[in-house]
């Protein structure tokens, strides 16, 4: 059993370190005010590879892994979890493409994402299906060599600034998840429009959109895979391999919150010493050290997992597990680390108050951690996840 990184794995972690520290530290708190997409983070990711290293070699990406993306974005988000989000995306709405779709379509997403030339979303909450995806509503019909989409998709995540979407939609009638395929939309197709922005809590620099599609043709070449009913699986092997990374958003805030309030503790006097003196503050941090340690080590073997291709339904409970835990330990962690602060925690004189508005998000998106019990429950139930 192997504990250490490659090289590889720790070049890009240091690399997505120093972008973390000198690009995004100093913006972080701009970012949130202004609620303004950060191109220029972007541009430091696109520059230095960052955008492609969940996309295979042969289609313009570097083949890194999910490991090597979730030790990227725990970076970003110690600072910034909207940024974290950022590079999350290079792989959310590719995964669909690179699990399910034809050679053209591979590579055309794939050269494009990897480079930096084009961002996507992926679209399948609706406003009547959330957790039950199973059942949405939007519908595609056959028209010639076209389909029609007509639907609404609801909190679609960097949906204001994506240049194709990966949209799911109902295409024969047939009720459930076999009755769902999978579509790649240019966002200027005719019939596209985004409806409307999220007035958001947290993790304001990823804008989430209301995007609506009304009579909107897309050619039949982009059914990913060009096979009907095929989308809904598309979806939820796209969800499980990028669980681990979306619980590593939850690690570097985690790390963040709990860096900034330990520097805070060793300097803030109280009863003649630092507050870092008293047990009582010595305890908080180090249940936060135990935390986060516990989350790297999910998040990490999570990540290998989709690496190693297990990340199907049978593998799904210990994906779920890493998510819950490492999202849960970022709401925690950050809770406690602003406690540490006192009132001035509160205020938005320091990130912990936006730390902590941050993390909030993490145990909704991309299945709930309600959800993500029901998944691991079933694995023991189904004797899935056994210990002997």
């Known amino acids: 059993m192997e504990f250490t990184l490659s090289e590889e794995h720790r070049l890009i972690q240091e690399t997505a370190r120093r972008i973390a520290k000198e690009k995004i530290a100093p913006r972080a708190a701009e970012i949130d005010e202004t609620q303004e997409y950060p191109h220029d983070i972007f541009a430091a990711f696109k520059e230095t590879g960052l955008t492609g290293l969940t996309i295979p070699q042969q289609y ?36 669909p493409v690179m699990i399910g779709g034809d050679e053209r379509q591979k590579k055309w997403i794939g050269e494009g994402v990897a480079s930096g030339a084009i961002k996507g979303a992926f679209c399948l909450t609706e406003p009547n299906h959330g957790s039950d995806a199973a059942n949405l509503e939007t519908r595609a019909v056959r028209d010639g060599d076209d389909y029609v989409l007509n639907g609404e998709k609801m909190y679609i995540s960097g949906g204001t600034v994506a240049d194709y979407i990966v949209a799911f939609a109902r295409t024969n009638g047939t009720p459930g ?16 429009r985004v409806a409307g922005q999220d007035r958001k809590m947290g993790v304001r620099g990823v804008p989430t959109a209301d995007i609506v ?28 391999s990028c669980r681990p990374v979306v619980g590593s958003r939850g690690l ?15 300097k803030r006097e109280a009863f003649g010493r630092p507050i870092a003196d008293l047990q009582a503050i ?20 999570a990540a290998w997992r989709v690496d190693q291709g297990l990340y199907t339904r049978e593998h ?20 406690d680390a602003l406690q540490v602060l006192g009132a001035q925690g509160y205020m938005m004189d ?25 998944v691991i429950a079933r694995s023991l139930l189904e004797r899935e996840l056994v210990y002997p």
């Open 177 to 192: 998840p076999k009755g769902i395929s999978a579509f790649l939309v240019d966002t200027k197709s005719p019939g596209f």
């Open 282 to 301: 010595q305890f908080m941090f180090a249940d936060m050290a135990i935390q986060i340690e516990a989350a790297r080590m999910l998040v990490y073997q």
């Open 252 to 266: 570097g805030l985690a790390e963040g919150a709990m860096t900034y309030a330990l520097e805070f503790a060793r």
């Open 316 to 335: 799904a409970a210990y994906l779920s597990i890493a998510k819950v835990y490492a999202t849960e330990v970022g709401v925690k962690v950050s809770s």
């Open 60 to 95: 313009g990406g570097s083949g890194s892994g999910m490991l090597s993306l979730a030790l990227a974005v725990e970076e970003a988000a110690k600072y910034c979890c909207a940024s974290g989000l950022m590079l999350l995306l290079s792989a959310l709405p590719t995964q």
């Open 213 to 240: 599609l009304e009579d909107c043709r897309v050619p039949r070449e982009n059914l990913v895979g060009g096979v009907e009913g095929a989308g809904f699986n598309h979806a939820m092997l796209t969800l499980n």
């Open 350 to 374: 320091h990130p912990l108050e936006r730390h902590y508005r941050d993390a909030r998000q993490l145990m909704i998106v991309e299945g709930t951690s309600q959800v993500q019990r029901v």
